[in-house]
């Protein structure tokens, strides 16, 4: 059994009141972690560290080089350890470790982004209207960053904070989820490792309430970078009433993939399995509302439960599993009530919709395909957040258009179809934050990341992100011989 402590200030932590999470594995359905949960205290404190080690010490001293030269450190730290950082994560969240050790040696690269823009943060001078007078703007940091993420992709999306946050010059405490908080005490250690000034980054974890709460209200806290689920969004918003701090949302999905006649059948297919069943499912970007034109419905659906059948479901430490277990048993109950009422609701069941037989240990699911007449059924309508695919049927490209922005999310869309005129026409029209034509599921530092309507309105990655993290300065200099004149005194 492991055993976490916070890392507040430079210094491994258990709670005043010493309380304690247990965390699951999701394979095993078994504790096999506990870790410290920060309350009011813990919060309080690396808050006030963050804000110390902002204010004062060697990193507010930095030159904007030299914290470039940290972050390629800490990059080039989670690369050697990514395999550790991979495992870790799986045995606390159930996610594959072959994508979790990808992940993470890939997440170096985030670091590596940033790290080099740090330098190349500008102000600038401007064309002032008034005489003698020089002004220019310079982008300063906003100040303590809290970090909120979600279970599913904690390495990852903590690097699209804090490359940018740090880059900027900012300060963090980064909250990791309570559903598997390990990975990021992992990755706490790295962070003393690299050598980073006590209090620069601060790694807690708690349940929403209090901790997450306190965090983003904190009257200390500047920016609020998160990234979760719309419901727990707008308590972030309403938190950030008491501070104003500037906020970054980055929330859930629904994404559609459109499958036109002239598609190649095996690339669409394999989008469409990259979608639904990479991750299992529990992607912010599943592509899970797949829209078919008629004239090839039969034969993608055929061919997507045969390679459905072909899933190999099992421990997310082996290599070959290609599905592992949802991330907790509340979440397997979830895709399983919602399976059945979409059956009531007139889906057809193509295949899976139960557990698999002999992995009654974890929280195992199979990869179901469901056919539906129609947009008004509970696997079309919500968030799944497990390896559930609903599959309708199109007849134009205005049709699907139509279809396709039905939906009270707008993260990703996939497009696959041989004709690149309707590629751009089809993309432009879509109302979705990210595009991906006869491709599925790429990410990267360089590219921004981020949704429409409730799936937020934050942008990470890219190089704008990191101006989310500064604020603009003005500074107005006289260039006057005269000394200021009495403004009381017309001339
Ligand atoms: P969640 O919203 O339940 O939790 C996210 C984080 O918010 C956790 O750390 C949690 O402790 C914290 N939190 C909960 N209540 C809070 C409060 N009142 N104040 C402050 N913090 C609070 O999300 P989850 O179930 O862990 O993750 C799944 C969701 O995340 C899905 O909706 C998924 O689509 C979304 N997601 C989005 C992206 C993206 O980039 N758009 C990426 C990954 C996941």
Request: hydrophobic share 45%; glycine share 10%; charged share 20%.
């Given at each position: 059994?492991?055993?976490?402590?916070?890392?507040?200030?430079?210094?491994?932590?258990?709670?005043?009141?010493?309380?304690?999470?247990?965390?699951?594995?999701?394979?095993?359905?078994?504790?096999?972690?506990?870790?410290?949960?920060?309350?009011?205290?813990?919060?309080?404190?690396?808050?006030?560290?963050?804000?110390?080690?902002?204010?004062?010490?060697?990193?507010?001293?930095m030159n904007a080089t030299q914290r470039g030269k940290m972050l390629r450190r800490l990059g080039d730290l989670v690369a050697e350890n990514a395999h550790l950082l991979g495992e870790i994560e799986t045995l606390d969240s159930g996610k594959l470790a072959r994508e979790t050790r990808a992940q993470s040696a890939y997440v170096a690269e985030y670091y590596?982004?940033?790290?080099?823009?740090?330098?190349?943060?500008?102000?600038?001078?401007?064309?002032?209207?008034?005489?003698?007078?020089?002004?220019?703007?310079?982008?300063?940091?906003?100040?303590?960053?809290?970090?909120?993420?979600?279970?599913?992709?904690?390495?990852?999306?903590?690097?699209?904070?804090?490359?940018?946050?740090?880059?900027?010059?900012?300060?963090?405490?980064?909250?990791?989820?309570?559903?598997?908080?390990?990975?990021?005490?992992?990755?706490?250690?790295?962070?003393?490792?690299?050598?980073?000034?006590?209090?620069?980054?601060?790694?807690?974890?708690?349940?929403?309430?209090?901790?997450?709460?306190?965090?983003?209200?904190?009257?200390?806290?500047?920016?609020?970078?998160?990234?979760?689920?719309?419901?727990?969004?707008?308590?972030?918003?309403?938190?950030?009433?008491?501070?104003?701090?500037?906020?970054?949302?980055?929330?859930?999905?629904?994404?559609?993939?459109?499958?036109?006649?002239?598609?190649?059948?095996?690339?669409?297919?394999?989008?469409?399995?990259?979608?639904?069943?990479?991750?299992?499912?529990?992607?912010?970007?599943?592509?899970?509302?797949?829209?078919?034109?008629?004239?090839?419905?039969?034969?993608?659906?055929?061919?997507?439960?045969?390679?459905?059948?072909?899933?190999?479901?099992?421990?997310?430490?082996?290599?070959?599993?290609?599905?592992?277990?949802?991330?907790?048993?509340?979440?397997?109950?979830?895709?399983?009530?919602?399976?059945?009422?979409?059956?009531?609701?007139?889906?057809?069941?193509?295949?899976?919709?139960?557990?698999?037989?002999?992995?009654?240990?974890?929280?195992?699911?199979?990869?179901?395909?469901?056919?539906c007449p129609h947009q008004d059924i509970r696997t079309v309508r919500e968030e799944m957040f497990g390896p559930i695919l609903s599959a309708l049927s199109f007849e134009s490209e205005d049709e699907a258009i139509e279809m396709a922005n039905n939906s009270d999310f707008g993260l990703a869309a996939g497009v696959f179809t041989a004709n690149v005129a309707?590629?751009?026409?089809?993309?432009?029209?879509?109302?979705?934050?990210?595009?991906?034509?006869?491709?599925?599921?790429?990410?990267?530092?360089?590219?921004?990341?981020?949704?429409?309507?409730?799936?937020?309105?934050?942008?990470?990655?890219?190089?704008?992100?990191?101006?989310?993290?500064?604020?603009?300065?003005?500074?107005?200099?006289?260039?006057?011989?005269?000394?200021?004149?009495?403004?009381?005194?017309?001339?």
């Open positions: 059994m492991k055993h976490y402590q916070m890392y507040i200030d430079g210094e491994w932590l258990d709670a005043v009141d010493g309380a304690r999470l247990e965390s699951i594995n999701p394979a095993s359905g078994e504790v096999w972690a506990t870790a410290a949960i920060a309350g009011e205290a813990e919060v309080n404190r690396a808050v006030a560290a963050a804000n110390r080690a902002l204010k004062s010490g060697p990193w507010a001293e590596y982004y940033y790290a080099g823009l740090a330098d190349k943060i500008q102000g600038a001078t401007l064309p002032i209207d008034k005489p003698d007078m020089h002004v220019f703007t310079r982008r300063v940091p906003i100040g303590v960053v809290a970090a909120v993420v979600p279970w599913n992709a904690q390495m990852f999306l903590t690097a699209t904070k804090l490359g940018p946050a740090l880059a900027a010059g900012n300060t963090v405490v980064l909250k990791a989820s309570e559903m598997a908080p390990a990975p990021m005490f992992e990755f706490a250690r790295i962070v003393e490792l690299a050598g980073f000034p006590p209090g620069v980054i601060n790694v807690i974890t708690g349940f929403g309430e209090p901790c997450g709460r306190l965090l983003t209200s904190h009257r200390d806290v500047a920016r609020v970078a998160f990234t979760g689920g719309p419901e727990t969004a707008r308590h972030i918003v309403r938190n950030s009433a008491e501070n104003f701090a500037v906020v970054s949302l980055e929330l859930g999905g629904k994404s559609p993939i459109l499958v036109f006649d002239d598609a190649d059948v095996e690339g669409a297919v394999n989008g469409i399995i990259a979608g639904n069943f990479g991750a299992t499912g529990q992607s912010c970007v599943a592509g899970s509302r797949v829209f078919i034109q008629s004239g090839i419905r039969q034969q993608i659906l055929d061919k997507l439960v045969e390679r459905a059948g072909q899933i190999c479901i099992g421990d997310p430490l082996a290599d070959d599993t290609q599905v592992g277990p949802l991330c907790t048993r509340e979440q397997l109950d979830h895709i399983s009530a919602a399976v059945k009422d979409a059956v009531q609701e007139g889906a057809t069941l193509l295949f899976g919709g139960k557990r698999p037989d002999g992995l009654d240990g974890g929280w195992y699911y199979t990869p179901t395909i469901l056919d309707r590629a751009l026409r089809v993309s432009d029209a879509l109302r979705s934050g990210i595009v991906w034509v006869n491709t599925y599921r790429a990410v990267s530092p360089i590219a921004p990341f981020g949704g429409f309507k409730n799936s937020g309105p934050g942008r990470e990655s890219g190089i704008d992100a990191i101006y989310d993290y500064t604020r603009t300065q003005t500074v107005w200099i006289s260039t006057s011989a005269e000394p200021m004149a009495n403004p009381f005194v017309m001339r």
